[in-house]
């Protein structure tokens, strides 16, 4: 997905989660398609800079030294990220990150009010939506998020915050607990301040965008791809 304005207010917030309803399609084969090369970089960037933290707690899976870092920039209504989270991130995951190869970085960069508020709900805590989640909450959530994206993000009913609250019930959400984490406004303004730094110091400008030992690379990656990206640098 291309960036075009992507600060969300409050108010854009609300409004969009109403009654949006968003076209998500992804070409067959995208990731297949390249599957046995390498991904070419989009340029350098400082990953020194980029792995300071940023305005939210960093939501990292895998060992803080681990030899390649990972950060990915991506937005929950995003079907190309979808696609590298159900297909590509587990087994990643599995073969680099649980083994402390990889150290894999999670930053919102939502392009609609409903993708933010998707993120909004993954950084709450569902039982106290005053209070952050855990990674362990987080990534449960976000994988639980890309598997029903189109449900959610574009139900029938064209309903979408219904179809929100109706989808984040399943992770301990009430209807209270809902309101009361999408009208967080300084939890708003961090997630704009993410999708910021990351346009202005990093390049960010489509999702998904990976950051890998100091290269940018953008676009889904399939298993096969990003493992010879990683293999190269190991």
Known sequence: MQMNDITIT???LFGGVAVAAL???????ASQAFAQEIPESQGDVDMAEALKP????EMALGEENAPV????????TCPHCANFHNNTFEAIKTKYVDSGKVRFIIREFPFDPVATAAFMLARCNPQNSQELSTAAQYFPMISMLFKQQRAWAAPADGNVRNALLQSVKLAGYSQQSFEACLTNQKLLDEVNEVVKRGADKFGVNSTPTFLINGKKYSGDMSVESMSKLIDSLL
Do not use: D, N, V
């Not at 076209?23 to 084969?29: D, E, I, V």
């Not at 940023?54 to 707690?57: A, D, E, V």
């Not at 870092?69 to 929950?76: A, C, L």
């Open 54 to 57: 940023g305005p939210l707690p």
């Open 69 to 76: 870092k990972i950060i990915e920039y991506m937005s929950m």
């Open 23 to 29: 076209c998500l399609t992804l070409p067959l084969g």
């Open 10 to 12: 409050r108010r854009a």
